[in-house]
């Protein structure tokens, strides 16, 4: 079945303590992106991903950073996370430039930083 | 950078309504997405167009490209169909940027 995972799918965690969301595809698709839905704000794009090591800034990069060793995997590092960073995380992924095809998402992470 | 808006923001229905949801973008592209969020639940993708119509089940999705316009039409609504609807266009417009730009979404409660 195709599909995007992501782990883990809420956490609560503390202001500074690093952590980890995991993203993972089993499409081989090339384009990855991570995105975070505010209410309000709606979905925005925090970063991108067009190839193994291939990655740019979104709109809201500033706290995050991600890296793309292998194809399948992006996952999105807080090194330090803070409270303004409580979010609902989705990870997309597709098979070519992102508005000419299908956007996979992953379940979302429900991150909140005390 | 595409600016994207929707219409209505919120909607509520009763069971067996025809619904339109509208959505409005800035710059010209090469397709919109249509998407769907439950409650509490994850993001699935509807319909990708890039021109005329596409129909799945009760749901129709239209696209005008020259007037920058497109509409989500769901027919003989139900309960099921309570969402939210997010109408997303590519960022990039000639440029390297990737990813979407969305729209803030219709939040739909369908009433048995």
């Known amino acids: 079945e195709a599909q995007v995972t992501q782990n883990p799918r809420y956490l609560i965690t503390v202001t500074g303590k690093k952590l980890t969301v995991t993203c993972s595809q089993n499409m081989n698709h090339e384009y990855m992106s991570w995105y975070r839905q505010d209410p309000g704000l709606g979905l925005r794009q925090i970063y991108y991903s067009m190839n193994v090591e291939v990655t740019d800034k979104g709109d809201v990069p500033e706290g995050y950073k991600v890296s793309r060793k292998e194809k399948r995997n992006f996952p999105l590092i807080l090194e330090s996370p803070s409270p303004n960073q409580t979010s609902l995380y989705f990870c997309?992924?597709?098979?070519?430039?992102?508005?000419?095809?299908?956007?996979?998402f992953g379940p979302g992470t429900r991150l909140t930083v005390t | 950078k595409n600016e994207v808006e929707q219409s209505p923001q919120n909607l509520t229905a009763q069971e067996g309504e025809f619904i339109t949801i509208n959505c409005s973008y800035s710059?010209?592209?090469?397709?919109l997405h249509w998407l769907q969020q439950h409650p509490g639940g994850g993001i699935v993708s509807l319909f990708m167009?890039?021109?005329g119509k596409k129909k799945h089940g009760r749901l129709i999705a239209t696209i005008n490209i020259q007037e920058k316009h497109s509409s989500l039409h769901i027919t003989a609504s139900h309960p099921r169909d309570s969402a939210v609807y997010i109408c997303?266009?590519?960022?990039?417009?000639?440029?390297?940027?990737?990813?979407?730009?969305f729209g803030k979404g219709t939040h739909l409660i369908i009433q048995p």
């Open positions: 997303a266009v590519p960022k990039y417009s000639g440029g390297g940027a990737d990813g979407l730009t």
């Open positions: 997309a992924s597709s098979g070519g430039r992102t508005g000419d095809y299908e956007q996979y």
């Open positions: 167009l890039s021109s």
């Open positions: 710059v010209g592209i090469s397709a």
